[in-house]
């Protein structure tokens, strides 16, 4: 049996404290993910002596708008970012994301900040949130830092987070209209289904010519990344001109170049490559029309 201290804060100010009087403290958001590894006793916990309970900090759940940007409370739920108009109307490819984690019971309870605090290669709503150039704020009793999201996962399971912060702020800059996003997962079932891969693309036509476009695999990588080759061959022609059966398996070449050859390389490189043909199509028909 794993023993720990159990405490518990109700405004962010006491978690701070906590984090920086305490040695070895895990946070609890959800407890979606790590009460799951407590039960398993998993290694990637490492050790510890208290887990902090901050599912009650009320300042921490909310969705605002800012004139550049939208701001989301690390303990928003998955069911919190599927129900907001603002998500829906700005970011519709994050809502389809999160629509698509565990279950009703795992969406009302599992955080935003849980996700990708927990740097799954799996996480969902991770690819959409790199793709879209999300910010930290990260918090301590020292004060405040900005990190892209792309920069705060540095590996399976492991973040650039010191111990004495957290996520206070999800920061998601606004995009132009000409920006659309598709998220595409598969994995072995329907529901309560763990992505065996899912795709991140968000791309900006405009009179036909693809001006940006930003490619983010998730459970393809140790933990998900842009493919940036893929994005330059891509950006600057017009999408009448990109033929998908000579582009897509240039996705597959990246994601090998990252991993090399694996056990799962057979079963992810024709996965991937549909995935992300799938993903082109759909930007393709709406830019199209
Ligand atoms: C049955 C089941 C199905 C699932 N299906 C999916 C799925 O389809 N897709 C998917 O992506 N995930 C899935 N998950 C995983 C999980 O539900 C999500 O990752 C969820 O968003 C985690 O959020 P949480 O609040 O529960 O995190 P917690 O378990 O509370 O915390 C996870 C990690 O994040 C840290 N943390 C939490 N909040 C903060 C913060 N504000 N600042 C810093 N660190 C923080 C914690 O210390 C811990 O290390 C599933 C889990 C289960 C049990």
Redo the contacts with the bound molecule.
């Keep these: 049996m794993i023993e720990y201290e159990f405490l518990k804060a109700k405004y962010l100010g006491n978690a701070l404290k906590i984090l920086d009087s305490y040695k070895n403290v ?11 590894d407590i039960h398993k006793k998993s290694k990637r916990l490492g050790d510890f002596n208290y887990i902090l309970d ?1 599912s009650n900090i009320e300042e ?1 759940k909310y969705i605002e708008e800012t004139s550049q940007t939208v701001e989301i409370g ?2 928003c739920t ?1 069911t919190m970012l599927i129900e907001s108009e603002l998500i829906s109307n700005m970011y519709p490819f994050l809502v389809t994301a999160a629509k ?4 009703p019971q ?1 969406r009302n ?7 990708i ?2 740097a ?1 290669p ?4 991770v690819p959409p949130l790199i793709a879209l150039k999300t910010q930290l704020e990260l918090s301590s009793v020292e004060g405040k830092r900005f990190v892209p999201l792309e920069k705060y996962i540095v590996g399976p399971y492991k973040t650039s ?1 010191n111990p004495n ?4 702020k999800i920061i998601i800059p606004k995009i132009d209209k000409e920006y659309f996003g598709v998220f595409l997962k598969i994995g072995r079932r329907r529901a ?4 065996r891969l899912n795709l991140a693309i968000l791309a900006k036509v405009k009179q036909n010519i693809i001006e940006d476009i930003r490619i983010v695999p998730g459970s393809a990588t140790p933990y998900p990344v842009r493919f940036t080759n893929l994005e330059q061959e891509i950006i600057g022609k017009r999408i009448d001109q990109i033929i998908l059966e000579k582009i897509t398996p240039k996705i597959s070449e990246e994601m090998i170049s990252i991993t090399g050859e694996r056990w799962s390389t057979p079963y992810k490189k024709p996965a991937l490559e549909a995935l992300f043909k799938r993903g082109m199509e759909s930007i393709f028909a709406v830019f199209n029309n």
């Excluded at 799996?122 to 709503?125: E, I, K, M, P, V």
């Design positions: 895990k946070l609890l958001a959800g407890g979606t993910d790590i009460l799951v901050i921490l690390p303990l998955h698509t984690i565990g279950s795992i309870r599992g955080t935003v900040g849980g996700n605090s927990n799954s799996a996480a969902d709503l987070q912060e957290l996520i206070t309560v289904n763990i992505a």
